[in-house]
């Protein structure tokens, strides 16, 4: 069993940035890979970055390639988003989620435990 907690999410300023930091407990967090989705109120969520189980391998959606950076620390269990350049169509609820495969994708359905999500707005 994994528990996710997100955090970091808050107001900005276009061009600003924000480092969303997510939290976890389990044995086997180490052995996840782990994504982190955003979603707006009625639409669907969405994939925006993963890492594979090491930290060695990434996947950034196009829309967020060269403005956001996934990372982990194992040793900490913990999963960053480090959120650069931020625009407005930034602004949704963010999500942290684990998932049992082991290299970084982007099927949500194979994403096993999920936080409760942070919000972060971008004002224009």
């Known amino acids: 069993q994994v528990q996710l907690v997100e955090s970091g999410g808050g107001l900005v300023q276009a061009g600003g940035s924000l480092r969303l930091s997510c939290a976890a407990s389990?044995?086997?967090?180490?052995?996840?890979?782990v994504g982190w989705f955003r979603q707006v109120l009625g639409k669907e969520r969405d994939i925006v970055a993963a890492v594979n189980w090491s930290g060695g391998s990434t996947y950034y959606a196009d829309s967020v390639k060269g403005r956001f950076t996934i990372s982990r620390d194992n040793a900490k269990k913990m999963v960053y988003l480090q959120m650069n350049s931020l625009k407005p169509e930034d602004t949704a609820v963010y999500y942290c989620?684990?998932?049992?495969?082991?290299?970084?994708?982007?099927?949500?359905?194979?994403?096993?435990?999920w936080g409760q999500g942070t919000q972060v707005t971008v004002s224009s």
């Open positions: 389990g044995r086997t967090f180490s052995s996840y890979a």
């Open positions: 989620a684990a998932s049992r495969i082991t290299i970084a994708h982007i099927n949500i359905r194979d994403y096993d435990y």
